[in-house]
């Protein structure tokens, strides 16, 4: 599955939105501007990864990546 940061940015808001909390209470509890988190949920693709990691950290969203499997033989 590939994630644009748009979508990534729209799981953000809404999970925000679900658990009551508000751009500035996210901002302050991850250590991130009110500026980036705005950022981050408008979908911006320059926004800083660790940034974001730690963003959807404090929400409590999970990313989970699978490398690729290695070709059989060779």
Do not use: H, W, Y
Request: aromatic share 2%.
């Amino acid at each position: 599955m590939s994630l644009t940061p748009e979508q990534l940015g729209k799981i953000a808001r809404k999970t925000r939105q679900q658990i009551g909390v508000t751009q500035s209470d996210l901002a302050l509890t991850s250590g991130t501007g009110l500026r980036f988190i705005g950022d981050l949920e408008n979908g911006k693709p320059t926004c800083q990864m660790g940034k974001v990691l730690t963003v959807l950290q404090t929400l409590g969203i999970r990313i989970e990546l699978v490398p690729p499997r290695a070709p059989r033989g060779g």
